[in-house]
Structures are given as structure tokens and as C-alpha cells.
């Protein structure tokens, strides 16, 4: 996520989905499965409420920092 590019995230998340199992995935997340499966593609466009759900789902989320902190961090 700090490499601010959406679409490499959304595939990063889709490699986590498919290695927990995408079809209990999309049973927890109310959405259908070639709907997860096509969103966290290369070619997906996921929006930010089905990123949120399969985060939630997958027992994740997003913390929002300030850039200083992060940096003060590393």
C-alpha cells in the first residue's frame, strides 16, 4: 500500500484471497465469487466497500497513518 498503486494492491489481495479459500470468502463477504475473483484481478477495479469486506473478512484492515509517522517509524 505505501507504493500508493491500487491495482497492485487489489492483485496482492487477490493472492491472499485465492490462498484462503475464495469460495468461503465470498460467502463471508456477501459477494459472489467471479465477482471477488474478477475485482482482485489485474484487470479489477475493485471499490473501496468490496476492498473493505474482503479485508474484514480475511481478519485485516486499514490503519491510516500520517507519512511523518511512518517515516519516523522505519
Do not use: C
Not at 500508493?4 to 487477490?14: C, E, I, K, Q, Y
Not at 482482485?40 to 491510516?64: C, H, M, Q, W
Request: hydrophobic share 40%; charged share 25%.
Amino acid at each position: 500500500a505505501e507504493d500508493n498503486d491500487p491495482a497492485f494492491f487489489a492483485r496482492s489481495l487477490g493472492h491472499v484471497a485465492r490462498a484462503r479459500g475464495m469460495s468461503q470468502l465470498a460467502r463471508e463477504t456477501g459477494i459472489s465469487r467471479m465477482g471477488l475473483i474478477k475485482a482482485l484481478s489485474a484487470e479489477g477495479n475493485p471499490s473501496f466497500a468490496t476492498i473493505t469486506k474482503v479485508l474484514d473478512a480475511l481478519g485485516y484492515r486499514i490503519d491510516i497513518v500520517p507519512k511523518t509517522q511512518q517515516r519516523a517509524a522505519e
